[in-house]
């Protein structure tokens, strides 16, 4: 008699669950993109301040933070270039099935 482990099992129909776990990837990418966006947009004023409602750039007396900021905003628009590259082989993986 042949004993069937629980991870040999097959299921080839089961591209629901997969899709919709493929939109939840979309939803989590649309999230981080829109976070790595404001934090662009504080670092922006980070750097170079608004003088029309009297904000001013706190780069040049806290030098560490905005170099701090700028690697944590350019990590989180890596984390979103990674996050589109694997929701396009999932995609890619569900079409060969």
């Known amino acids: 008699m042949i004993a069937l482990l629980p991870f040999t099992i097959i299921r080839p ?13 979309t939803v989590f990418l649309t999230l981080a993109t829109a976070s790595a966006a ?29 170099a701090q900021t700028s690697g944590a905003v350019v990590s989180s628009f890596i984390t979103v270039v990674v996050l ?13 099935h």
Do not use: E
Not at 38 to 63: E, K, P, R
């Open 13 to 25: 129909h089961a591209t629901g669950p997969r899709l919709f776990l493929i939109i939840l990837d």
């Open 84 to 96: 589109v590259l694997l929701i396009v082989m999932s995609a890619l993986a569900i079409g060969k």
């Open 38 to 66: 404001s934090a662009a947009a504080i670092v922006y004023l980070a750097h170079n301040g608004n003088q029309d409602t009297n904000w001013l750039a706190i780069c040049n007396q806290f030098g560490d933070f905005c």
